[in-house]
């Protein structure tokens, strides 16, 4: 069954440096998403993408942050200058034109130090 | 604006016994809500969805829920708990521009 994956699974950063974390989803899915979880916290909504352009992004998503699909694949998330509040897990979710059922990967734990 | 609001932080059951996880939305309209589960280390799984078609709801493992317009609730419900089910658990409601909008979590834990 296919799925969304995730790269890396843990990722730890200094403050200030740039991370990119990045997505494979679900190969004829044309709807992408960014999610973030804060430990404790619920899980909150970053941005949306299609057609290789932002649809929505929430107030949390600022200039620091940043999303790409460089290739036919992979769907990224930049982080300009990572700050000690950055650090969550991050989940990618892809969703198809069909339905509004998004599909998650495992996400990407970020820990800014 | 919608919300998603569940009740329980933390729900504790011994195993073989019912289940129930609560959850109410705020919306204008009726929305799609969906459940996922989320167990240590993993990602989110779907467990089911309501779209209307039925107010009864069959999901994955034995889950399901009911949408009851008049609560506003999409309660999930299984009749006898297993081990395996201890994880978080959310209720989701997709809002008009297809972005999910979360509830905190309920934390379930299965005592055997």
């Known amino acids: 069954e296919p799925e969304v994956t995730q790269t890396p699974s843990h990722q730890v950063t200094q403050m200030g440096q740039e991370v990119i974390l990045r997505c494979v989803p679900i190969?004829?899915?044309?709807?992408f998403y960014w999610y973030r979880q804060i430990l404790g916290q619920k899980v909150e909504f970053l941005v949306s993408?299609?057609?290789?352009?932002?649809?929505?992004k929430s107030e949390i998503f600022d200039d620091q942050f940043s999303v790409e699909r460089p290739d036919g694949s992979n769907f990224t998330l930049k982080i300009r200058s990572t700050k000690l509040e950055d650090s969550a897990m991050y989940f990618c979710?892809?969703?198809?034109?069909?339905?509004?059922?998004?599909?998650f990967g495992p996400g990407t734990r970020l820990t800014v130090l | 604006a919608q919300s998603v609001t569940q009740l329980d932080s933390h729900v504790s059951v011994s195993e073989g016994t019912p289940v129930l996880l609560r959850c109410n939305y705020s919306?204008?309209?009726?929305?799609?809500l969906f459940w996922y589960v989320q167990h240590p280390n993993k990602g989110l799984q779907l467990l089911l969805k309501?779209?209307?078609?039925?107010?009864l709801v069959k999901g994955i493992n034995g889950f399901e829920a009911e949408f009851k317009k008049s609560e506003t609730s999409f309660h999930l419900t299984k009749p006898s708990a297993h081990m395996s089910d201890a994880a978080e658990y959310f209720c989701?409601?997709?809002?008009?521009?297809?972005?999910?909008?979360f509830g905190t979590g309920t934390r379930l834990k299965v005592l055997a």
């Open positions: 309501y779209t209307s078609a039925a107010t």
């Open positions: 919306s204008s309209y009726s929305p799609s």
């Open positions: 190969s004829n899915h044309l709807y």
């Open positions: 989701v409601a997709v809002s008009g521009t297809y972005k999910y909008i």
């Open positions: 993408f299609y057609n290789n352009e932002i649809s929505e």
């Open positions: 979710a892809s969703g198809d034109v069909f339905t509004d059922t998004q599909y």
